[in-house]
């Protein structure tokens, strides 16, 4: 059983390696990269507008259900101490 964890353990170690050493590889390729690539034929044709409006009422709708929950819990524990 030592001598399998052994293993894994070097096999973790050179995986943990090789992975530095290419992400060293990726972030020099990046940095030789002098322009950025222009998106602003795909981003300019979204509107954003109904989607944050649907992300807040979510989230409203979230915080309701945790103030309902919450609410509960404190009647519960003031029904039991009673």
């Known amino acids: 059983m030592k001598a399998k964890l ?3 353990k070097k ?3 050179r995986v943990g390696v090789g992975g ?3 992400g060293l590889a990726v972030a020099a390729q990046a940095q030789t990269t002098s ?3 222009d998106f602003t ?3 300019s044709s979204i ?3 109904t989607v944050s409006v649907a992300v807040l009422a979510v989230a409203a709708t979230m915080v309701g ?3 309902a929950i919450k609410g509960a819990k404190i ?3 003031m029904v039991r101490s009673a």
Do not use: E, F, K, N
Request: net charge neutral.
């Open 75 to 77: 009647v519960l524990r």
């Open 41 to 43: 034929t795909l981003t």
């Open 47 to 49: 509107d954003m507008s």
């Open 20 to 22: 530095a050493i290419g």
């Open 65 to 67: 259900v945790y103030i």
């Open 6 to 8: 052994q293993v894994l």
């Open 11 to 13: 096999l973790g170690v």
């Open 35 to 37: 322009t950025a690539p």
